[in-house]
């Protein structure tokens, strides 16, 4: 920990007195927490930083002088310290916040329309919840492979049989995570990806395009009625359910719906796996990832007890928050505990052995 104390102490920064108060409210109120400082803009925030040594910020993206993004990427170049973006829904905030992800910013807060909202019980238990987890925090660094996917995606034939659907369930930690699965997919693989991000409504867009631009498979947001196709995926969007289902001509489709959260999941790994597994399509691959809570154990069970499929999680060392392959492997259903970076050569393996 930063300090000698066994308080989690945090960093605000924010261009609003108001939020600055509110944020302080939400956080000093839980007895595990003590907000040590506030700063106004980015500038400040690297300075309190180096200073305080802080265990965590949070930090504003919109910001006067020095921007949220920038202040992120000076911060971890000194050392890592968990920081939480605080984030509108904007398209470009929205935008900004996923790339703040892939550069180790540990997870984000969807700021509420009314700020008075974060003192609402559950906002604030939730906000509290990601300020205990992101202390416990490990860093990751996310290796880059360089590709001209513009050119060659072009090039590529997307296989015409669909032999195999994979699953990847994630939640903290996941956008950095998923970009390293996805650009290391071949894009003629027989088989489409389905990812289901805990993510609120307004992020899965940029999430997709980011995944997009940087695969050799097509990446978009799922819509209701897309047809579910080898050599792309499908990535839930952000407070729906995606359901499967089958079509008047017996294709596999999608249904977008607003089904209630399950286990207080909306998209939920499991709803998804339940729908796949519903159609009768046999060839299923589930990947369990870094993330908070157990969301997919429910569904890889049902899966392994039928004998349809191979379940892979993540293992503890490469996952941010370990929650979630942990309650997959405590199933004693998953087939491969394996490090981040080898997930995307064992689903291609799996995939040219399902065909």
Known sequence: MGNNSELINVLIVDDSSLMRMIISDVLNSDARIKVIGTARNGEEAIQMAKDLNPDVITLDIEMPVMDGFTALKEILKTKFIPVLMLSGIAEKEADVTIKALEHGAFDFISKPKNVFDL????????FIERIVIAKNAVFHEIKKKPTQISILKKDIKKSENL?????IGASTG??????????AIP??????????????KGFTKSLSERLDFESLISVKEAGDGDEIKAGFAYVAPGDYQ???????NDKLVIEITD?????GHRPSVNVTLKSLFDTGFKNIVTVIMTGMGSDGSEGIKTIKQKNRGFIIAQDEKSSIVFGMPKAAISTGFVDKIIPL??????ITDVVEVQS
């Open 163 to 167: 032999k195999s659907i994979v699953v």
């Open 341 to 346: 970076d080898l997930i995307a050569k064992e």
């Open 119 to 126: 003192s609402n019980e559950k906002i604030k238990n939730d």
């Open 174 to 183: 996941g956008p950095k995570s998923l970009k390293q699965i996805i650009q």
């Open 187 to 200: 894009g003629e693989i027989p088989a489409a990806f389905l990812i289901v991000q805990h993510m609120p």
């Open 242 to 248: 995606m359901l499967i289902k089958k079509d008047e």
């Open 259 to 263: 089904d209630p959260p399950q286990r």
